[in-house]
């Protein structure tokens, strides 16, 4: 069960995962959080022999701006960019045994 406050939503029916991006105040900009909830989703349905497929959607009118920028921003100043765990997420996706939509409105 997804919590009230995620920033991605999962859900499975039928034999697909959607995993939706639900951040739309930030145009579902990638924040470490919603990477970090994502790339838990994509493994999760992975892990799960009764997912055949896996579908990315998002709310509001953009799917993904890119990275969060304010977030990598403040994180300069502490000598980390959280903009790095992109790289992680799009592995993810790439290597992902089962196939992954991207479904873009």
Do not use: W
């Amino acid at each position: 069960m997804t919590s009230p406050d995620a920033l991605v939503r999962v859900t499975t029916a039928r034999g697909v995962t959607t995993l939706t991006l639900d951040s739309p105040h930030n145009r579902n900009a990638l924040s470490t959080p919603l990477m970090t909830q994502l790339l838990a989703g994509l493994a999760d349905a992975v892990g799960d022999d009764t997912v055949r497929a896996i579908v990315l959607d998002h709310t509001g009118p953009v799917f993904c701006s890119g990275a969060d920028l304010k977030e990598t921003a403040a994180a300069y100043a502490s000598g980390t960019v959280p903009a790095g765990m992109l790289g992680d997420v799009l592995v993810a996706v790439r290597e992902c045994p089962k196939p992954v939509l991207a479904k873009v409105a």
